[in-house]
């Protein structure tokens, strides 16, 4: 016999969520069936309109909350929600660190290993403006060519200039490179028909040296006035150290390519973690928190409890 959801769509029903799944979507449940929706929270009583119906699960939107979170927190703008870029903005960031505790719980329950104990989250004094990299698309709008980000789940383009969880300083730069690259008329990447020049632009910067990196990723290995385009963004951006192109002339999502050459400077920026020094290069594996990096490292080594005579095993940490 086949399985008839208890929902369909354009319904609209009220319902309390239960849960939150691991991209911030608010879990409602009718008869056994699950429904996700943005924007809601544990707790919370919704009318919702089922926008999709599937065999297992299916997805609404809120159209009213007729009762909210004490954990609800008014969110900094729609567009850093519709890309996924802050998925839990809505979130007091207290109830976002229980939630993710509670996301280490649920895994190790699933693998029958819930009598280990999860300790509570360590959080930042501010969550905020903390990534030390940031690799954004570019595409054309009204002719010039614009940083942004995908909504989520799609390829719609949503231009973006400030991205509310990078250092500062690198949004500052990314302004910068777009005006440069402006002047220059290059054309911006198309997706669909797989043409134009400048698809994505990377930003690396150093929490401590400051020293930063910009990627420009191109389709195609000829960037027209390299040199002058590398010169110019060092000329207005003084503390980039290292202006690379890497090609990426594949269909493709992933970011990079394979190739990448040095347009200006070093092929590195250098930064300190814990005291060691580290050369970064574009293709370098780093964490992106560099804040929150060094409260790891120093609480693994505390639990660690080394007392010098182990041998130890520096596997899968990117740069190490």
Known sequence: MKFKPPVSKNQELTATVTDLTYQGMGVVKVDGYTLFCDDALPGEEIRLHVLKVGKNYGYAKVIERLTTSKDRVESQG????????????????????????????DLLKKAHLDDIEVAETIGMKDPFHYRNKAQVPV??????????????????????ENFLIQDERIDEILKEVIKVLNAYELEPYDEERHSGMIRHLMVRIGHYSREAMVVIVTKNGRLPHDREIAEKIVASCPDVVSVMQNVNRDRTNVILGQKTKLLFGRDHIKDTLNGLEFEISAQSFYQVNPVQTEKLYQTAIRFANLTGEETAIDAYCGIG
């Open 78 to 105: 729609k567009a850093y929600s519709q890309t996924g870029i802050a998925p839990l903005q809505h979130l007091a960031y207290p109830a976002q660190l229980k939630f993710k505790q509670k996301q280490i719980q």
């Open 139 to 160: 595409r054309g709008t009204k002719g010039d060519l614009k940083t942004g980000f995908f909504k989520r789940g799609s390829h719609n383009f949503l231009p973006l």
